[in-house]
């Protein structure tokens, strides 16, 4: 299997997302789905989405690739059926905050987002991605066991055991940070790693140079996030500068020790004031944990200052400059997506289990394509997981897609001459007849 690759079936789902349509005529029906149709401008946007050479020939294969967008239209009739519609509202709401975010942070802090040759090669250095290392990992149950399975190492004796290597790990991309003191250590040194609920004695096993040219991905991936970091981090600090932005300093203590009261002011700005339950409530919508806060109170400001931008300023920001209007052609398309999204989560991998040995050995069987994938830390472990899933939901879905082609059967219907008359200038415009 080619990692990264999405499975056939998750390769259909990507024919569903926005592109631009063709000139074709989009009053034309080619296909019904209740009261959705398919015109012949969206049978030939998804036809765009194609790799080169795999264009339908026979009949038959235009068929079935009519059959996707049909498909997508089944799996959006049960989602709405199942009330799925509520249950997207908050992912649908985080979209459009990661899309005001970014498109805010392009125009407002858009040079501090770029970087040069120099830099992406200082970076390199700095970050010791020249230098990438194999592990070799005894896995230990007990705290007691693995320290004196470590000191037993240390002293260079051999340990029994079910020992796994690692494929070769850059730091830009070993995924857990208690590993980062790993790549200042020399070939042969013994550690003892703490990770998924388990002890690992880890021995340095090897070590390579590599050149940036090898790994430019994952470190313009790198680079590009630390630059991202700092612009929001500066952005945040002008907004809140702009808009004249202070926290009550008695309310943050009473809010660290869990004592403050919901009528409690506790920011006051230009853009309105904020007391501790709407702070409370900003947290619930944006998907942030309303549970137990920093006992620090600089922590804690930092967390409130934060909230309380992303909830009151930001929506305001992006109104004043018409980001609302410009993402309003998308919503329909991106709420379609996050509707099979939902439903593939509840009817595919609500089936699917994982353990933790299954995903490592994923991982370490793939680790090298991962290693230029430019995704680190828990995003990689995700990652990892959602490859695995993918790889095992293929089956489920087709068998789902078959159930569904049934239960909706008589509200589908093809207008097959229309069909036939859509294939033929298709075919025609690609091999046109020279007079």
């Not at 809010?255 to 007391?275: E, I, K």
Request: hydrophobic fraction near 45%; proline fraction near 3%.
């Amino acid at each position: 299997m080619e990692l990264l690759k999405r499975p056939a079936a998750l390769v259909v789902l990507g024919l569903w997302a926005c592109a631009d349509a063709p000139p074709e005529s989009a009053s034309v029906v080619l296909a019904r789905v209740g009261e959705a149709e398919i015109s012949e401008r969206d049978f030939a946007a998804a036809l765009a989405k194609l790799p080169a050479g795999s264009q339908a020939q026979p009949l038959a294969d235009w068929r079935r690739q009519l059959q996707t967008l049909i498909d997508k239209e089944l799996l959006l009739l049960e989602a709405r059926a199942q009330g799925l519609d509520e249950a997207i509202a908050g992912a649908m709401a985080a979209w459009e905050r990661q899309e005001r975010v970014e498109a805010l942070l392009a125009r407002e802090m858009g040079e501090q987002l770029t970087y040069t040759e120099t830099e992406l090669a200082e970076f390199f250095a700095e970050s010791g991605a020249g230098r990438e290392i194999r592990l070799r990992r005894l896995p230990v149950r007990e705290r007691a066991a693995a320290l004196a399975a470590l000191r037993k190492a240390q002293e260079g004796l051999d340990l029994a055991g079910e020992w796994s290597e690692s494929g070769w790990l850059n730091a830009l991309n070993a995924g857990d940070a208690r590993t980062a003191a790993l790549f200042l250590q020399d070939v042969g040194a013994v550690e003892l790693v703490e990770t998924d609920g388990q002890f690992l004695v880890v021995v340095i096993a090897a070590e390579r140079q590599v050149a940036l040219a090898a790994r430019r991905p994952l470190v313009e991936a790198a680079l590009t996030r630390h630059k991202q970091q700092q612009a929001n981090l500066a952005y945040l600090e002008q907004l809140t500068s702009q808009h004249a932005v202070q926290l009550d300093t008695a309310a943050l203590r009473q809010v660290a020790a869990g004592a403050a009261q919901p009528q409690m002011r506790l920011v006051r700005s230009a853009a309105g004031d904020w007391s501790v339950g709407d702070y409370q409530q900003a947290l619930t919508r944006l998907g942030a944990d309303a549970g137990a806060q920093p006992a620090d109170v600089s922590t804690l400001g930092f967390k409130v200052t934060r909230a309380f931008v992303a909830d009151q300023i930001l929506p305001q920001e992006a109104h004043a400059h018409g980001l609302d209007a410009e993402l309003e052609p998308r919503r329909a398309q991106v709420r379609q997506q996050k509707l099979i999204q939902a439903l593939w989560e509840r009817e595919i991998y609500a089936h699917i289990e994982l353990d933790p040995a299954q995903v490592r050995a994923f991982y370490e069987a793939n680790a090298q394509r991962y290693a230029g994938s430019g995704v680190v830390g828990h995003q990689l472990q995700a990652q990892v997981v959602r490859d695995l899933r993918d790889a095992q939901a293929a089956p489920l879905f087709d068998r789902y897609i078959a159930q569904l082609r049934e239960k909706y059967a008589e509200l589908v219907a093809v207008e097959e001459r229309r069909l036939g008359e859509f294939v033929a200038r298709q075919r025609q415009a690609a091999n046109p007849i020279e007079l």
